[in-house]
């Protein structure tokens, strides 16, 4: 690549720190005394300065988006700051800090960005050492959202926990950095500081909060886990990063126990994906990309049981149906990807769900005995599990609840593949999001039957 396009290398460093991540710096540290609306003012005015500049250069359209993300996210703060439910401007610097700091790195990425060309030895050495790098940088995304956050925290001297802002410093950096995974066509510093915004934002509103130590320990536990599934080839990156900030919240909201559950679904899908591999892609029904999980993946099974971890210990008065409803619907996840992995290898034809007619292996909809057999399995294993980890005080509706949940689910899926899947209203992921909150409504209403009778 020619010299002349990369002024950040040379001349325009400071012992090698690119000067744009200096004015980064200057930026945060002026906010708090600058305040929100002047913030924004200048913000708008670097924003057009940039854009019309006239630049063309790669590094300049970075910084015209981060700008626009900055612009963007300061007006939701100043429009938002009359109601009930402000956006904080604290969070604002932590979510720009996020991005900033990963700016022109793809350090999440399992693609080469870079332009020059590389030995083939070169490529091998930089993926080796890229978990080592993109686990330094995750922590200095983390550092760098606390200090941003803190330093308004401290100026405008706000009634907010350190805690808190560390708390949320952790998600912010986790969930940016899952953003920077997602292959996706809009600019990384726009999805990247508003997707981390978004999420610190949601999670600040709680005011739940837990020691820093607990919150490291359940980072690194998690991220390590991810980090095997993703050298087992199980799991992209964009998954690692999922089940890492899955890992957090359901750790800090519920407790390991409840990850470990959710944990086993990961492991026996994967697992089981592997099973009959050869044979289920001979037949064309085997999972893409060599049965590697991604995000969407991730989200469409787990979505549910996230929002039922927090809501655990956010309402602590209603924990026993929240319980069973977890565990409807981890079972449900769980049954119903063994039934998909297993019964697609039964030796007859399935039937479909909704008119009992033979059908294709792997067609939406299609079930079979072994299929059925197999979710029952996966569903009364999570129920056992719980119990055996202290989830669940009560080994028979632990058990029952689970398995009924988990198999009602799972036939639900099948239910909802055969008619909105098939339609095209639905993506098999939807499909799962759906049956998944599903399961876990089934395991609740049985439970709440029980105990009224």
Same mark, same amino acid.
């Given at each position: 690549?020619?010299?002349?396009?990369? =002024?950040?290398?040379?001349?325009?460093?400071?012992?090698?720190?690119?000067?744009?991540? @200096?004015? #980064?710096?200057?930026?945060?540290?002026?906010? =708090?005394?600058?305040?929100?609306?002047?913030?924004?003012?200048?913000?708008?005015?670097?924003?057009?300065?940039?854009?019309?500049?006239?630049?063309?250069?790669?590094?300049?359209?970075?910084?015209?988006?981060?700008?626009?993300?900055?612009?963007?996210?300061?007006?939701? +703060?100043?429009?938002?700051? +009359?109601?009930?439910?402000?956006?904080?401007?604290?969070?604002?610097?932590?979510?720009? /800090?996020?991005?900033?700091?990963?700016?022109?790195?793809?350090?999440?990425?399992?693609?080469?960005?870079?332009?020059?060309?590389?030995? %083939?030895?070169? %490529?091998?050495?930089?993926?080796?050492?890229?978990?080592?790098?993109?686990?330094?940088?995750?922590?200095?995304?983390?550092? /760098?959202?606390?200090?941003?956050?803190?330093?308004?925290?401290?100026?405008?001297?706000?009634?907010?926990?350190?805690?808190?802002?560390?708390?949320?410093?952790?998600? !912010?950096?986790?969930?940016?950095?899952?953003?920077?995974?997602?292959?996706?066509?809009?600019?990384?510093?726009?999805?990247? =500081?508003?997707?981390?915004?978004?999420?610190?934002?949601?999670?600040?509103?709680?005011?739940?909060?837990?020691?820093?130590?607990?919150?490291?320990?359940?980072?690194?536990?998690?991220?390590?886990?991810?980090?095997?599934?993703?050298?087992?080839?199980?799991?992209?990156?964009?998954?690692?990063? +999922?089940?890492?900030?899955?890992?957090?919240?359901? @750790?800090?909201? &519920?407790?390991?126990?409840?990850?470990?559950?959710?944990?086993?679904?990961?492991?026996?899908?994967?697992?089981?994906?592997?099973?009959?591999?050869?044979?289920?892609?001979? @037949?064309?029904?085997?999972?893409?990309?060599?049965?590697? $999980?991604? #995000?969407?993946?991730?989200?469409?099974?787990?979505?549910? /049981?996230?929002?039922?971890?927090?809501?655990?210990?956010?309402?602590?008065?209603?924990?026993?149906?929240?319980?069973?409803?977890?565990?409807?619907?981890?079972?449900?996840?769980?049954?119903?990807?063994?039934?998909?992995?297993?019964?697609?290898?039964?030796?007859? $034809?399935?039937?479909?769900?909704?008119?009992?007619?033979?059908?294709? =292996?792997?067609?939406?909809?299609?079930?079979?005995?072994?299929?059925?057999?197999?979710?029952?399995?996966?569903?009364?294993?999570?129920?056992?599990?719980?119990?055996?980890?202290?989830?669940?005080?009560?080994?028979?509706? &632990?058990?029952?609840?689970?398995?009924?949940?988990?198999?009602?689910?799972?036939?639900?899926?099948?239910?909802? !593949?055969?008619?909105?899947?098939? $339609?095209?209203?639905?993506?098999?992921?939807?499909?799962?999001?759906?049956?998944?909150?599903?399961?876990?409504?089934?395991?609740?209403?049985?439970?709440?039957?029980?105990?009224?009778?």
């Amino acid at each position: 690549m020619n010299r002349a396009i990369r =002024p950040f290398k040379s001349g325009n460093s400071f012992h090698g720190i690119p000067l744009m991540h @200096i004015l #980064y710096l200057l930026l945060i540290l002026i906010s =708090p005394f600058a305040g929100v609306n002047l913030l924004f003012l200048l913000s708008i005015i670097l924003f057009l300065g940039l854009r019309f500049s006239g630049n063309s250069l790669p590094h300049y359209r970075d910084v015209i988006s981060l700008s626009f993300s900055l612009c963007l996210m300061l007006f939701v +703060s100043l429009v938002s700051g +009359s109601f009930s439910y402000p956006y904080p401007f604290y969070i604002v610097l932590a979510a720009f /800090a996020v991005a900033a700091v990963g700016n022109h790195k793809s350090s999440f990425s399992e693609t080469d960005s870079e332009d020059d060309a590389q030995s %083939r030895r070169s %490529r091998i050495k930089k993926k080796s050492f890229s978990i080592l790098w993109s686990s330094v940088f995750l922590g200095t995304r983390i550092l /760098a959202a606390f200090l941003a956050a803190g330093w308004i925290v401290y100026w405008q001297k706000l009634s907010v926990s350190y805690n808190l802002v560390f708390f949320i410093a952790v998600i !912010g950096a986790v969930t940016g950095s899952l953003f920077e995974s997602i292959p996706s066509k809009i600019d990384k510093n726009i999805s990247v =500081p508003l997707g981390a915004g978004m999420t610190m934002w949601i999670f600040e509103g709680f005011r739940y909060w837990v020691p820093p130590e607990k919150m490291l320990i359940a980072l690194i536990f998690s991220f390590f886990l991810g980090l095997l599934a993703y050298k087992a080839k199980i799991a992209d990156v964009s998954a690692l990063l +999922s089940a890492a900030l899955l890992g957090v919240l359901i @750790i800090v909201f &519920s407790g390991l126990s409840w990850f470990l559950l959710l944990l086993t679904f990961f492991i026996l899908g994967g697992g089981f994906t592997k099973y009959k591999y050869a044979y289920k892609e001979s @037949i064309g029904i085997a999972q893409a990309k060599d049965g590697v $999980r991604s #995000y969407e993946n991730v989200f469409s099974n787990s979505t549910a /049981a996230l929002v039922l971890a927090v809501a655990y210990g956010v309402f602590p008065e209603h924990s026993l149906p929240i319980i069973y409803a977890y565990l409807g619907t981890v079972a449900t996840a769980t049954g119903d990807t063994l039934a998909s992995e297993i019964g697609t290898t039964a030796k007859g $034809r399935p039937r479909m769900i909704t008119t009992l007619k033979l059908s294709e =292996p792997g067609a939406d909809g299609a079930v079979s005995s072994l299929g059925e057999l197999a979710a029952i399995f996966g569903s009364a294993v999570i129920g056992l599990l719980a119990y055996m980890l202290g989830v669940s005080d009560n080994l028979f509706l &632990s058990v029952l609840i689970t398995t009924a949940g988990g198999f009602l689910g799972t036939n639900i899926d099948s239910l909802l !593949g055969a008619t909105l899947q098939k $339609r095209g209203i639905l993506s098999n992921s939807g499909v799962n999001f759906m049956a998944t909150f599903a399961g876990a409504g089934v395991s609740a209403v049985i439970y709440l039957l029980i105990t009224l009778i």
